[in-house]
Structure formats: structure tokens, C-alpha cells
């Protein structure tokens, strides 16, 4: 049974830095991609980061050079550093892990995306 956690949340200035981790326990298919998405309050779950397996990376515009993604090879863990953030970066973050196909309809579908393994969340708020 796989389970994702995220943890690293919290409150922080504009213009501060957080990094987020996601630890994967109960085993992955190597060939799974990892992604972290982020849903504001009131709105529709959003990509922000995909890795794929291998080691290909996608970004949404609105992080692109301020938001890195990175993964261990085992697929272990998963982590997001976020620098230089703004308040319109204040969300819930996800970590997901599934095949090729379940990230894509994740970025279409976003919660609602079925397939793969979503975690429950961690808060962060830029003010």
C-alpha cells in the first residue's frame, strides 16, 4: 500500500524560501513519475513540477526559475525548493506519484485524477 507524506509547510515572508519534502513509503514502480501540485483555497488542483523517471522535468510558468524539484533514485523521496515566493504561491501542496499518463490527467483533471497516488497536503502561506 502506498502512502505519500509531505511535510515543510508553514508561513513565510515574501521573498523567503521553503522547501518541501514528500516520503514515500510502501514501494513506487521505478518508472513512476513524481510531481508536486498546489490547490488555493477555492480552486482547481494545479501542476507546478513533474519528474519523471527519467529525471526529465517539467514546471508551470508561474514557478519557473524560482521552484526546483528533485527526487532520490529509489523514489523514496521527493522534494520542492521554493525560492523567492509570493503571496499568489500561498496554497495546499501535493505530492503524486503514478504513471506518465495519471500526471497528465492530473494536470487536466487535478484532484479528480484517478490512477495514482495522491498525499494529503501540506499548508503554505506567503503573506
Known amino acids: 500500500h502506498v502512502q505519500l507524506v509531505e511535510s515543510g509547510g508553514g508561513s513565510v515572508q515574501a521573498g523567503g524560501s521553503l522547501r518541501l519534502f514528500c516520503a514515500v513509503s510502501?514501494?513506487?514502480?521505478?518508472?513512476?513519475?513524481m510531481g508536486w501540485f498546489r490547490q488555493p483555497p477555492g480552486k482547481k488542483r494545479e501542476k507546478v513540477a513533474i519528474?519523471?523517471?527519467?529525471?526529465?522535468?517539467t514546471y508551470a510558468e508561474v514557478v519557473k526559475g524560482r521552484f526546483t524539484i528533485s527526487r532520490d533514485s529509489g523514489n523514496a523521496s521527493l522534494a520542492l525548493q521554493m525560492n523567492n515566493l509570493k503571496p499568489e504561491d500561498t496554497a495546499m501542496y501535493y505530492c503524486?506519484?503514478?504513471?506518465?499518463?495519471?500526471?497528465?490527467?492530473?494536470?487536466?483533471?487535478?484532484?479528480?485524477?484517478?490512477?495514482?497516488?495522491w498525499g494529503q497536503g501540506t499548508q503554505v502561506t506567503v503573506s
Open positions: 510502501g514501494g513506487t514502480n521505478s518508472r513512476y513519475s
Open positions: 503524486a506519484a503514478g504513471p506518465v499518463w495519471f500526471m497528465t490527467a492530473a494536470e487536466t483533471l487535478g484532484a479528480i485524477a484517478s490512477g495514482g497516488y
Open positions: 519528474i519523471n523517471s527519467d529525471e526529465s522535468t
